[in-house]
T-cell receptor, first 113, second 114 residues
Framework: GEDVEQSLFLSVREGDSSVINCTYT??????LYWYKQEPGAGLQLLTY?????DMKQDQRLTVLLNKKDKHLSLRIADTQTGDSAIYFC?????????????FGQGTTLQVKP | IAGITQAPTSQILAAGRRMTLRCTQD?????MYWYRQDLGLGLRLIHY???????GKGEVPDGYSVSRANTDDFPLTLASAVPSQTSVYFC?????????????FGQGTRLTVV
C-alpha cells in the first residue's frame, strides 16, 4: 500500500523539543522526507533520509528511521515560535517505473510562547 | 528566477464547467506532480509524470486529466467540475525519479467549485 500516516496536531512550549511521528506501509520506499508548510505557502523540504540510514542530524533537526517498524520521526530541538507550521512526512519509492512521491496528512505544530 | 509557477492563483468555477490549471517549471526537471490539499487529508497525489510524454495515475485521479507534451509544462484539466473538487492544488517538480532529489512546489491554486 501507499499509506503514510501522521498525527494531526502537536502543541509544545517555546524552548521544548518537538517530536513529530510518521508511519508508512511500503517497505520498498528508498527515501523518506520531511517537508514544512507555512500558512498560505507551498511546501519546502526540511530534510530527508535514505532507507539504509537510522539517523540523520542537521542542526536542530534529528530524523530517526526504524525501518523494521516503518516508523519515521522528526525531532526539533529548542522549538521556536517560527517553527509553527504544518509538517509533512513523505515517501519516495525510488523505483524507475513509478516515481511517486506520497505525503501524509500533515502534523500542525503549534508553539506557545 | 528559476522556479515553478502555477496559474491562476485562485478561481471560482461553476459546477459542470471545464477548467485547466497551468503549471510551468524552468528547471528542466524530469518529474512533475499534481496534488490536492484538503484539511485533515494532507496532500494527495492526483497524477504524475516521470518524463515528457509519459503520465501516471496517483491516489485520486478520477475527474482529472493531465498531459506532458514537453518538459516544462504539466497542465491539469477538470473536464466537468464538481463541488468535491474544491481544494487547493499544488504542482511540484523534481530532477528525476531516483528518489534522492528535492521536490519544488508552486504556490498553489485555490479552486472553489460552486
Amino acid at each position: 500500500g501507499e499509506d503514510v500516516e501522521q498525527s494531526l496536531f502537536l502543541s509544545v512550549r517555546e524552548g521544548d523539543s518537538s517530536v513529530i511521528n510518521c508511519t508508512y506501509t511500503d517497505s520498498s520506499s528508498t527515501y523518506l522526507y520531511w517537508y514544512k508548510q507555512e500558512p498560505g505557502a507551498g511546501l519546502q523540504l526540511l530534510t530527508y533520509i535514505f532507507s539504509n540510514m537510522d539517523m540523520k542530524q542537521d542542526q536542530r533537526l534529528t530524523v530517526l528511521l526504524n525501518k523494521k517498524d516503518k516508523h519515521l520521526s522528526l525531532r526539533i530541538a529548542d522549538t521556536q515560535t517560527g517553527d509553527s507550521a504544518i509538517y509533512f512526512c513523505a515517501e519516495s519509492k525510488g523505483s524507475s517505473n513509478t516515481g511517486k512521491l506520497i505525503f501524509g496528512q500533515g502534523t500542525t505544530l503549534q508553539v506557545k510562547p | 528566477i528559476a522556479g515553478i509557477t502555477q496559474a491562476p492563483t485562485s478561481q471560482i468555477l461553476a459546477a459542470g464547467r471545464r477548467m485547466t490549471l497551468r503549471c510551468t517549471q524552468d528547471m528542466r526537471h524530469n518529474a512533475m506532480y499534481w496534488y490536492r490539499q484538503d484539511l485533515g487529508l494532507g496532500l494527495r497525489l492526483i497524477h504524475y509524470s516521470n518524463t515528457a510524454g509519459t503520465t501516471g495515475k496517483g491516489e485520486v485521479p478520477d475527474g482529472y486529466s493531465v498531459s506532458r507534451a514537453n518538459t516544462d509544462d504539466f497542465p491539469l484539466t477538470l473536464a466537468s467540475a464538481v463541488p468535491s473538487q474544491t481544494s487547493v492544488y499544488f504542482c511540484a517538480s523534481r530532477d528525476g525519479t531516483g528518489g534522492n532529489t528535492e521536490a519544488f512546489f508552486g504556490q498553489g491554486t485555490r479552486l472553489t467549485v460552486v
